[in-house]
């Protein structure tokens, strides 16, 4: 499932396989919500962007158009045309960002649709249930992940509930699979570390969830609001708690930056919304740093977004062109902006790969990590 290849300090240069491929990590998975990528671009772009594993969440997925209603027709990638690996988020995250919408109890949380208002209650099983009827490669357990920051006494208790729901998770899982018209038997579960902004909460939590054997574990409840170095001295709270052979996971994170910081204190996997969403808005990706393509210096600017980058958008068009688009509003300039991005987060993650296999990551964590989060300069 997963086969650690080397090291170079605490980052990690690994090979994980499931049912559906194997993906080189680090890995940055490409978030597909509803099943498509926000601006237009299918599962044959992703290929064709360098994507390994494709992101869908649970909740969305659940109300338009149904679990159900995918498993019937073959599970989640017969229904989007992605052959290659898949990851479900729980809904868990849906606990935090619909949290006027919601009301936690033990057995799960009620929800009132962000669609239309009705009731929609999710707990452990049920959270299972859908993503083994969406037949994912990684189903993620389902948790509660709290606001930055919530008193200690508040993340406590609710470390202790995800605790108990994730056993619960575990229990139903390996029910799911067992079960002989299982869309994807070999899907796996991983555990999701929470403790807020607390490094105690955090070590307790991952030693005990550690405990459960699960077959990875991911970081969650972060960059939701905390200061970038809170984030830093959590990961570098629990990681020398995580399982070595297991995959790790740093939820919803985040800029290139990020991510480059992230891979130094030994994580795999990373996904987050800011590349598309960021595109959707003229917010571009160089490797000298970011650019406004909105900006009016553009405007007869007839180069690529990046005269490094090689992907399809910059092989074929202009910052003019692209510029043009999306000050008209032409939904072209949605697609195009997010393929760019999507391409260079892709990209990126090749880029640590091939410097971890060279043993030199660390000299280009110093090189990029402070570049790419900054604006370019021209």
């Known amino acids: 499932m997963f086969e650690l290849l080397s090291t170079q300090g605490r980052a990690r240069r690994g090979v994980f396989t499931c ?9 940055f998975m490409n978030v597909g919500t509803q099943g498509a990528i926000k601006g237009a671009v299918s599962a044959p772009d992703l290929k064709e962007l360098g994507c390994q594993i494709e992101l869908s969440n649970t909740y969305h997925l659940h109300l338009r158009p149904g679990d159900e209603v995918i498993r019937q027709l ?12 898949i990851l479900t988020d729980s809904g868990g995250f849906q606990v935090f960002s619909l949290a006027g919408l919601r009301d936690i109890r033990e057995e799960g949380v009620t929800f009132a649709s962000h669609i239309d208002g009705h009731r929609v209650f999710m707990g452990p099983e049920e959270s299972m249930t859908i993503q083994s009827n969406l037949g994912s490669d990684v189903a993620m357990a389902f948790d509660e992940c709290v606001e930055n920051p919530s008193t200690y006494e508040y993340v406590k208790s609710s470390c202790e509930r ?22 994807n038997p070999g899907q796996q579960l991983f555990g999701i570390n929470q403790g807020g902004i607390y490094p105690d909460l955090r070590v307790w939590h991952m030693e005990e969830i550690a405990k459960l054997d699960c077959d990875g574990y991911a970081i969650g409840g972060l960059a939701v609001g905390e200061p970038t170095q809170t984030m830093y001295d959590i990961i570098d709270a629990v ?13 919803g994170v985040g800029t290139p930056g990020n991510i480059l910081e992230a891979v130094w204190r030994g994580v795999d996997f990373f996904d987050c919304v800011m590349p598309a969403r960021n595109a959707r808005h003229g917010k571009l990706y160089t490797w000298g740093g970011w650019i406004n393509l909105k900006n009016e210096q553009y405007k007869l600017d007839d180069r690529p977004i990046d005269p490094a980058c090689d992907c399809p958008v910059c092989r074929r068009f202009s910052r003019a062109y692209l510029r043009h688009l999306l000050v008209a509003g032409e939904m072209l300039a949605m697609r195009l902006a997010v393929m760019h991005n999507l391409y260079f987060y892709n990209a990126l993650l090749s880029r640590v790969r091939d410097a971890l296999d060279r ?17 370019l300069a021209e």
């Open 19 to 27: 049912p559906h491929g194997a993906a080189q990590t680090p890995v």
């Open 74 to 85: 073959g599970g989640l990638h017969r229904f989007m045309g992605w052959d290659g690996p």
């Open 162 to 183: 995800t605790l108990r729901w994730l056993e619960r998770c575990k229990v139903r899982h390996d029910a799911l699979n067992a079960q002989p018209d299982c869309v």
């Open 239 to 251: 990681e020398p708690h995580m399982p070595p052979d297991k995959p790790r996971y740093l939820m």
């Open 359 to 375: 043993g030199e990551f660390d000299a280009f964590r110093r090189e990029y990590a402070q570049k790419l989060d900054g604006k």
